[in-house]
Nanobody
């Protein structure tokens, strides 16, 4: 079982910023893409962003230009910087690591954006 340690999240007003962090075991982090999905109440879990081991990034259209994903190889940690947050960004955010073609998930962290 792969354990991911998430932190960050919370309550913020629209237009504000938050940063999420997700740490993975070193041997897994160094060889695996990582990223984030989110799940709003009553909705399916959807892709937000991903970063490969080379640093190549992908984003959902809904967050492009507002969210930035990055990885710190020394700390085995991935970050999601979320700026200009909107009420529709409210969701539980789940970190994932794609290890040998299988996704492993963090426990999730709540992000709430008030209008």
């Amino acid at each position: 079982q792969v354990q991911l340690m998430e932190s960050g999240g919370g309550l913020v007003q629209a237009g504000g910023s938050l940063r999420l962090s997700c740490a993975a075991p070193r041997d897994i982090f160094s060889v695996s893409p990582m990223g984030w999905y989110r799940q709003a109440p009553g909705k399916e879990r959807v892709f937000v962003a991903e970063i490969g081991t080379s640093g190549k990034t992908k984003y959902a259209d809904s967050v492009k230009g507002r969210f930035t994903i990055s990885r710190d190889n020394a700390l085995n940690t991935v970050y999601l910087q979320m700026n200009n947050l909107k009420p529709e960004d409210t969701a539980v955010y789940y970190c994932f690591v794609n290890y040998y073609l299988r996704n492993y998930w963090g426990q999730g962290t709540q992000v709430t954006v008030s209008s």
